[in-house]
T-cell receptor
């Protein structure tokens, strides 16, 4: 059965800290991995990763995929209170749909 | 601007009633998805469609149905609402099934009493 596991489940840090969120996957005929940020509303897209070892970067956020070890990480540097959210990852399977993890809840304290 | 909308945003219904949640997108995307989100479970796929007249079951499809009569809309029907279907429901669409981001609607909070 396909599954996506995120860790840690929750995390509390102070502004300015760097955090690393983990996403491991077991997805049949894996095609791509998505990262989303969810505040008290709909998930908003962050990154899509399809190739191993190539870092995607957007401001203070970056992500990389390791297709050999079946995981991805999302890094956030110099965290701000606005980064507080649930971060979701999803693995895309050969059956043409995404399997979502349960998310990591990040709280950034001022 | 293109968007994806859901209605109603909040709904309270009674056990046994039929309920339909609307999803409308103006992206002209072929692919549309319905998810439910519950604490401890993340987003779980209910049904999805890759085009007009195409519908497929997801991992938690029991008690739900969808129909796709045009590109823009994928309504989700709860045939006989149950308390276990109390949840937040998200609709999403994408231009391709995979390797493209899914755009999410604002969600519908459904409470079944």
């Amino acid at each position: 059965e396909d599954k996506v596991v995120q860790s840690p489940l929750s995390l509390v840090v102070h502004e300015g800290d760097t955090v690393t969120l983990n996403c491991s996957y077991e997805v049949t005929n894996f095609r791509s991995l998505l990262w989303y940020k969810q505040e008290k509303k709909a998930p908003t897209f962050l990154f899509m990763l399809t190739s191993s070892g190539i870092e995607k970067k957007s401001g203070r956020l970056s992500s990389i995929l390791d297709k050999k070890e079946l995981f991805s990480i999302l890094n956030i540097t110099a965290t701000q209170t606005g980064d507080s959210a649930v971060y979701l990852c999803a693995g895309g399977s050969g059956t043409y749909k995404y399997i979502f993890g349960t998310g990591t809840r990040l709280k950034v304290l001022a | 601007d293109a968007e994806i909308t859901q209605s109603p945003r909040h709904k309270i219904t009674e056990t046994g009633r039929q309920v339909t949640l609307a999803c409308h997108q103006t992206w002209n995307h072929n692919n549309m998805f319905w998810y439910r989100q519950d604490l401890g479970h993340g987003l779980r796929l209910i049904h999805y469609s890759y085009g007009v007249q195409d519908t497929n079951k997801g991992e938690v499809s029991d008690g739900y149905s969808v129909s796709r009569s045009n590109t823009e809309d994928l309504p989700l029907t709860l045939e006989s609402a149950a308390s276990s279907q109390t949840s937040v429901y998200f609709c999403a669409s994408s231009s391709q099934p995979l390797e493209y981001e899914q755009y999410f609607g604002p969600g519908t909070r459904l409470t079944v009493t």
